[in-house]
Every structure is written in structure tokens, then in C-alpha cells.
């Protein structure tokens, strides 16, 4: 998979739980999910879910409590995905 | 210093209901004792550990601007329940346990909502003033508006100044509310929420 497949899966991933869709379209790798995409927080562990059935990883709690912006996610799966191999 | 936090929770949203109902949401969120709670307690019990969790990340990012909000590092502590409250809601007080951090929550439990503050000294001589509203009909986008005109118009009565000399804006950096008064920082800790149809504030007027 490529490092632009993951991004277009995170990013379709997260559309769902952005109420203003011209946020995702503007929404770059610093953006933070709660503050700047205005997500839920409570919709940030569907997320986490998401990604996992997503990419067939598993996301531990010491990963989760990392995760703040969209570059935190993206890196998270990379790394998930290189440790598979 | 204190701080205070808040957190409101529609019970009646339907990504809140499916989220709460998924096993592997609930093992993300909750350390064992509290999803042994959530079997014993019944269907609202996440809602309040989650609002409980939330309103305490609230006060306790105020002391550390960096901390993402981890659910599961949040524990939270209900003395064996014995619920008090008139009418229709049932009021629980409680402690959240953040990496040695002990602080004190109180919590409103209603048909439709949960309504939780949590202060990071507790709330014994402080003078505190909270609240929240429904605002059935309100696009989602127009939530934060909401919220900031119901704290404008609760703080225009408790401190007698006119609704128009006082703004709610949000810090750049931390995105952390503050009320002003007359264009100046009244520097009193302010904390806003809203989900679904509610909104909802909590602020420490003076110690």
C-alpha cells in the first residue's frame, strides 16, 4: 500500500466524522481531529476503530493517548503497517 | 489555581447510544472496574463515566496544554451509588484518577442528557456557576454560538454587567475559553460543551 492510499484512507475515514466537510478539504497533516476538525472527541475512538478494521492493525492504548492530528494517525499506520511485514 | 471542566452528553444521539453499545469502543475507553459498573449499572453508566472522563481532561489540559485526551486514563470513582436529586434528574458526585491527579466531579443525570463538572481542587468554598440548555432545531454548526450566548447572559445576571461588554473568545494556541469583561481578561476558568441538541458551561467566578 501506498504512503497515498493510506493518506486517502485516513482521510475518507475521518470525512465521516467531520460535520464541515470543507474542513477535511482544506485540512492539512498538522491539523489536530478535536480542535481543528472539530471532531468529537468521543468520535475519535470510532476512528480508532475504523483504522483498525481499515488496515488490520491494533491500536494499544500507549498509541492512542498519542494521537492528536492527522500526521499522528498517518505515522501510526505506517509504522503498524511496517512492523506486519 | 483551580480549574474546572465540563461535559454534557445527549443520551438520545445515535452515534453516542452506537458507540456505547460497541464492546470493543467500551474496552478503549473504560479499565475493567469500570466496565464491570457499566454490566451492573445499566445502559446510562458509560455516558457518565464518558461525560465524568471528558469534564476532567477539561481541567486537567488547563495544567498541561499538551495532553491528548486518552479516555482509559481517566478513572472514575462513584461512591457505592446512593443518587440524590428531586424532579427528574438524579445527581452523583464522584473522583477521576488522571495520572496521580485526584480530581472531583459532580455529575446530573437526566431522561435526556448527563450533565458532569469536574474541578481540579474541588468545589468546597467556590463560587461556581453552571448550566445548559436544548436548543432543539440548532444546525451543529451553530452550537459553539449558542453556548456562548447562554455563559454571556448567565454571567451579564450573576455579575450585573451588560451583556454587551462581555465576549467569550477562545485562546489561539490552547483553543482554552476565556470570558472578557470590558475587553480585559476577567480571568475566571470557563469551560464550554455541547453535544447533540444541549449546551452547556461551567465557571469558577472567585475562590
Known amino acids: ?85 | 489555581m483551580s480549574f474546572i471542566g465540563n461535559d454534557i452528553v445527549s443520551l438520545t444521539d445515535v452515534n453516542n447510544r452506537v458507540s456505547f453499545q460497541n464492546d470493543r469502543y467500551l474496552q478503549k475507553s473504560f479499565v475493567p472496574r469500570e466496565l464491570d459498573e457499566i454490566k451492573k449499572f445499566g445502559k446510562k453508566w458509560p455516558f457518565l463515566l464518558w461525560s465524568c472522563k471528558e469534564s476532567a481532561y477539561k481541567a486537567r489540559v488547563k495544567q498541561d496544554h499538551r495532553k491528548p485526551f486518552c479516555p482509559i486514563n481517566f478513572q472514575v470513582y462513584h461512591s457505592p451509588v446512593c443518587p440524590k436529586g428531586t424532579g427528574n434528574y438524579t445527581a452523583l458526585s464522584g473522583q477521576v484518577e488522571n495520572e496521580g491527579h485526584i480530581l472531583i466531579t459532580k455529575s446530573w443525570v437526566c431522561n435526556d442528557y448527563i450533565h458532569s463538572i469536574c474541578s481540579t481542587e474541588g468545589f468546597d468554598g467556590m463560587n461556581i456557576i453552571y448550566g445548559l440548555r436544548k436548543n432543539v432545531n440548532v444546525p451543529p454548526g451553530r452550537q459553539s454560538a449558542c453556548v456562548r450566548k447562554l455563559v454571556i447572559g448567565n454571567l451579564a445576571h450573576k455579575l450585573n454587567v451588560d451583556v454587551r461588554n462581555i465576549k467569550i473568545k477562545k485562546d489561539r494556541e490552547t483553543e482554552i475559553p476565556v470570558a472578557m469583561i470590558d475587553n480585559s481578561d476577567s480571568e475566571m476558568d470557563l469551560s464550554l460543551s455541547h453535544d447533540g441538541e444541549f449546551v452547556a458551561f461551567a465557571c469558577i467566578i472567585s475562590i
Not at chain 1, 476538525?37 to 483504522?51: F, Y
Not at chain 1, 493517548?65 to 498517518?74: A, H, N
Not at chain 1, 501510526?76 to 511496517?82: F, G
Open chain 1, 1 to 85: 500500500m501506498t504512503a497515498t492510499d493510506i493518506n486517502n484512507k485516513i482521510t475518507g475515514i475521518l470525512s465521516k466524522y467531520v460535520f464541515n466537510k470543507k474542513l477535511i478539504l482544506k485540512a492539512t497533516p498538522d491539523f489536530r481531529l478535536t480542535k481543528d476538525l472539530k471532531i468529537n472527541s468521543a468520535r475519535v475512538v470510532d476512528i480508532v476503530l475504523d483504522i483498525e478494521d481499515e488496515f488490520e492493525v491494533e491500536i494499544d492504548n500507549k498509541s492512542l493517548e498519542k494521537i492528536k492530528t492527522i500526521s499522528d494517525l498517518t505515522s501510526l499506520v505506517n509504522s503498524l503497517l511496517s512492523a506486519k511485514k
